[in-house]
C-alpha cells in the first residue's frame, strides 16, 4: 500500500514563492510517474506538472516558467518549486503517483495567494 503526504502549503502574497513537497510510503516501484494537481473551489482537478522516474517532466501552460517539478528517487519524494506565484493559483494542491497502472493520492495542501 502507497501512501503519499504533502507538505509546505501555506499562505503567501502575489509575488511570493513556495515550495511543496510529497513524500511517497510503502511499496514504490522504480517506474512510475509522480505529479501535482491542483483543484480551486467550482473547478475540476487538473494537473499541474509531472515527473517520470527518469525526470521527464510535463507542465500545464500556466505553470510554466513559474513552476519547477523535480524528485529524489533515493528518498522517494516529489517537489513542486513555485514561484511568481499570482491569486489564481489559489487552491488545493495534490500529489499523485501512478505506477503498474494504479493511481494514488495525497489528502492534499491549501495553498492561498493573496493579492
Known amino acids: 500500500q502507497v501512501q503519499l503526504v504533502e507538505s509546505g502549503g501555506g499562505l503567501v502574497q502575489a509575488g511570493g514563492s513556495l515550495r511543496l513537497s510529497c513524500a511517497a510510503s510503502?511499496?514504490?516501484?522504480?517506474?512510475?510517474?509522480m505529479a501535482w494537481y491542483r483543484q480551486a473551489p467550482g473547478n475540476q482537478r487538473e494537473l499541474v506538472a509531472s515527473?517520470?522516474?527518469?525526470?521527464?517532466?510535463n507542465y500545464a501552460d500556466s505553470a510554466k516558467g513559474r513552476f519547477t517539478i523535480s524528485r529524489d528517487n533515493a528518498r522517494n519524494t516529489v517537489y513542486l518549486q513555485m514561484n511568481s506565484l499570482k491569486p489564481e493559483d489559489t487552491a488545493v494542491y495534490y500529489c499523485?503517483?501512478?505506477?503498474?497502472?494504479?493511481?494514488?493520492w495525497g489528502q492534499g495542501t491549501q495553498v492561498t495567494v493573496s493579492s
Open positions: 499523485t503517483l501512478v505506477q503498474l497502472g494504479s493511481r494514488v
Open positions: 515527473i517520470t522516474s527518469g525526470s521527464s517532466t
Open positions: 510503502g511499496t514504490i516501484f522504480k517506474v512510475n510517474t
